[in-house]
């Protein structure tokens, strides 16, 4: 299995373009009280705006679809489908959304597939409020955040 990596910190450039142009995000989480505290967040970062929730996986495809977020923020544990198999297939259909995989499972395999699957971030639900801001610009410019919990490579 290849190993997880910690994205790079942002060059001063791709700061500068983010505080002329929000980065566009679509919320999935299928818990209101969760989506209004992640919308709560994301509203107080300078550069990005949180243009539709879904509560579903189908209307999460809907809003990538007709909206086109630059970063689809997707809780992989949602009535509908499969969170992982959902990635694949919005990669392929949606190239210009990228993906940050939102979740409480702290598996390195479960990562991986996200990854795998098409995701440029995974994020755990329980350091979204200092590590989801960071992990949607990361994929706004096509890099790769995973966070350093699930990251790093534990020796015993």
């Not at 997880?4 to 989480?29: F, G, K, T």
Request: hydrophobic share 45%; proline share 6%; charged share 30%.
């Amino acid at each position: 299995m290849a190993d997880l990596r910690l994205a790079p910190a942002p060059p001063e450039e791709a700061r500068e373009i983010s505080a002329q142009r929000p980065i566009r995000v679509v919320l999935a989480d299928d818990h209101a009280f969760m989506r209004r505290g992640l919308r709560l967040l994301l509203e107080g970062e300078d550069g990005l705006e949180v243009i539709a929730e879904a509560e579903d996986l189908r209307s999460a495809t809907e809003h990538v679809h007709r909206d086109r977020p630059a970063v689809l923020v997707l809780d992989l544990r949602m009535p509908g489908g499969s969170g992982i198999e959902t990635i694949s297939h919005l990669r392929a259909e949606v190239p210009g959304t990228q993906i940050v995989a939102l979740t409480m499972e702290a598996d390195r395999r479960f990562a991986q597939k996200a990854l795998h699957s098409g995701a440029l971030g995974f994020v755990l639900k329980d350091l979204a409020d200092s590590e989801l801001p960071v992990a949607i610009r990361a994929a706004a410019r096509g890099e790769e955040y995973v966070s350093p919990r699930v990251a790093v490579r534990r020796r015993h």
